[in-house]
């Protein structure tokens, strides 16, 4: 592996950073300006520039590439701001429905990080598709608006296209409100009301995840077993669809990150030990194997915990590591490539080659 790439993996580790191995990294590497762009491309740079802060080493880098890195810290910091503030709206909007809800990924992430390290650009809310015409209305009744943003303005979406988004996508064609917060023009909120890429309704694994939510910080979000499954399953769908290879959004550092940091939180014994039987309990073991074998390898995590997890829910038929499915054919695809080399290709797509026409 290029020495730049081990050292935008070193600097993601702001949890534990090794500062002698950062240090090494930085007297190797010349092309600072990639590392630059895997960094932000990865939406990392503010893990970057904590990470150098924390080590005391930001004076060992270019002022460029330092600024650059910055700039990002404090738009995280700013974001999260105005960010809190609109999932505060979102759930006074919602405090005292008759549907069951909770929030997902970035609701929870953006406090459990350090300040400023994981931002998001929208609210994500899990519920039953049964919910969805009495959110909708109330959504809407609170001025939010169904459509997308594009080119700077909020462009209604047609009849065609929410009917679309929720027979081909499991979520809702997003619900927007100009806001005009700081680094937030527009409040955000995708409806999901499936686990997968396949236009079905998980209704018993969504019902019984709902069953078990809880409120942190006054946010209705998972237990912390079903949240960190469904990152799992979150991860792997984008990872190995076809549209999301295409987009090179498939693989996004900042999502292994997600993982990483919840791992530390909370992985131990009894934990694993719950997991595993949740994972195999609802038959999700390629979904959590390959995200959190993923996020091992990147990380370099040791944790006899979950190396035990991993053993424990590792098919014994491991091709779906290197696999990429594409719905709209129905065809598969697979490559040969090592897991990291995979990570850093340029492009994943040219180093594909197609297997069956059914998904195995």
């Known amino acids: 592996m290029k020495k730049e790439n081990e050292l935008v993996l070193e600097l993601c580790k702001f949890i534990a950073p090794d500062r002698e191995k950062i240090q090494e990294l930085m007297d190797e590497v010349s092309d600072y300006p990639f590392v630059l762009g895997q960094l932000l491309f990865n939406r990392v740079g503010a893990a970057a520039y904590y990470t150098l ?25 700013e974001k999260t701001e105005s960010f809190e503030k609109c999932l505060s709206t979102v759930s006074d909007i919602l405090d005292g429905v008759n549907f069951r809800y909770a929030f997902l990924k970035g609701a929870y992430l953006y406090s459990a990080y350090p ?3 994981r931002t998001s650009n929208d609210i994500d809310i899990m519920l039953e598709r049964d919910s969805l015409n009495d959110i909708c209305e109330l959504l809407k009744r609170s001025g939010f608006i169904q459509g997308n943003i594009r080119n700077g303005r909020l462009v209604p979406a047609s009849r065609v296209e929410i009917i679309n988004s929720m027979i081909n996508r499991g979520e809702t064609v997003p619900f927007i409100k100009k806001v005009d917060l700081p680094k937030m023009e527009f409040c955000e909120i995708d409806l999901n009301f499936s686990l997968d ?55 996004s550092l900042y999502k292994f990150c ?17 997991l595993e039987q949740r994972v195999k309990r609802y038959g999700l073991e390629k979904e959590c194997c390959y995200a959190l074998h993923y996020t091992k390898l990147l990380f370099d995590i040791q944790d006899e915990a979950l190396d035990k997890l991993l053993a424990n829910i590792k098919p014994n038929n491991v091709s779906f590591l290197k696999e990429v499915f594409d719905p709209q054919s129905g065809k598969l695809y697979k490559h040969k490539k090592s897991l990291l080399d995979w990570f850093f290709s340029s492009d994943r797509k040219r180093h594909l080659y197609e297997v069956t026409n059914e998904k195995a």
């Not at 005391?56 to 995280?76: H, P």
Request: aromatic letters at 12%; a negative charge; one cysteine or more.
């Open 197 to 251: 890429y396949k236009p079905v309704q998980d209704s018993v694994i969504i019902s019984d995840f709902l069953d078990n939510s809880r409120l942190e910080n006054n946010v209705k979000i998972f237990s912390p077993i079903d949240f960190l499954i469904h990152l799992c399953i979150h991860l792997y769908k984008e990872a190995t669809i076809m549209s999301w290879v295409d987009m090179q959004r498939d693989l």
């Open 258 to 274: 997600d993982i990483y940091l919840l791992t530390h939180k909370w992985m131990n014994e009894a934990f694993a030990a719950q």
């Open 53 to 77: 802060r924390e080590c005391e080493l930001l004076g060992r880098v270019n002022r460029e590439f330092r600024n650059s890195l910055k700039a990002m810290y404090d738009i995280g910091v």
């Open 115 to 117: 300040k400023g390290l």
